[in-house]
Structure formats: C-alpha cells, structure tokens
C-alpha cells in the first residue's frame, strides 16, 4: 500500500482519525516515496511548534520512524529524473480541475510507476486527482 505524508502523520502521532488508518494500513506492506522523509519531519517540527508534541516526543517519533525504515517496515522510492517529469505531466493531466502542488504530484507520479497495492492518503486534493486519474485507492 503506497501511503502520503498526510497518512504517514497519523500513524506516527495521534490525530482523530490515526486509529481508522492504523486499521486500513494494517497487514499492508507500507511504500511511499522518499519525498515523505523532508515531509514527515516538517510536520513534526509544525506539531512541536504548536505545542502539540513536545521536542522529546518529536525525537522519539522520528527514532521510531528512522528505526521503521532500517527495519523495511517502510520502503521509500527514490526520487529520479522519470518520476519528476511523469510528475509535470500529472499536474497537466488534471489541470485546470484539480491545483496539485508539486509534492502530491511527485507522490503520485512515485505511485504510478509501482505495484505496490492501492493509494492510501487523505489529501483533498491528492485524492481529487487520484479520482480524476482513476488510480486505485483504499479504503
């Protein structure tokens, strides 16, 4: 199962709804592009400064999460030349109905070209786009 950063988030730290993608992420082999690794520390610093999670919660998540990548309990896809250009062409493909920002399209273009089960995210606009490009999603 490919998961985006707004997936990775609530697994790694407790929003509403983290027990509701702990179940459907449950049993899944869990891959997502190597973009998550900037993405899911900028969250957490975000989460730090808003006084959601404090500086030793931070580290601690982020050890869990480094420990997780070691372990291949998360495989995280390079990003190359092929991905960035298959991301320009999928920001056009859904132009002008959906505003995908880059980093959504790079995760969907690192989806694309992977066998890796179906999108999990829960981004308005990533699975906007995911519909209008009729990738499979979970659900």
């Known amino acids: 199962m490919y ?3 707004s997936v990775l988030v609530k697994l ?3 929003e509403p709804d983290s027990a509701e993608c702990e ?3 449950a049993e899944h082999r869990i891959v997502s592009s190597e973009l998550v690794y900037a993405e899911l520390w900028s969250a957490l610093l ?3 400064r808003t006084g959601k999670l404090s500086p030793d919660a931070r580290q601690r998540v982020w050890e869990i999460f480094e ?3 070691l372990d291949d309990v998360i495989e995280l896809i390079e990003l190359d030349g092929l991905v960035v250009r298959e991301a320009a062409e999928t920001m056009a493909r859904v132009h002008p109905h959906v505003p995908l920002r880059t980093p959504d399209a ?3 273009a690192t989806f694309v070209g992977l066998d890796a089960g179906p999108l999990f995210t829960k981004d308005k606009r990533m699975l906007e786009a995911a519909h209008r490009l009729n990738l499979p ?3």
């Open 137 to 139: 999603l979970a659900e």
């Open 12 to 14: 790694y730290t407790r």
């Open 46 to 48: 975000a989460k730090e």
């Open 67 to 69: 420990m997780h990548l």
């Open 3 to 5: 998961l985006d950063t």
């Open 106 to 108: 790079l995760h969907l």
């Open 23 to 25: 179940q459907v992420v």
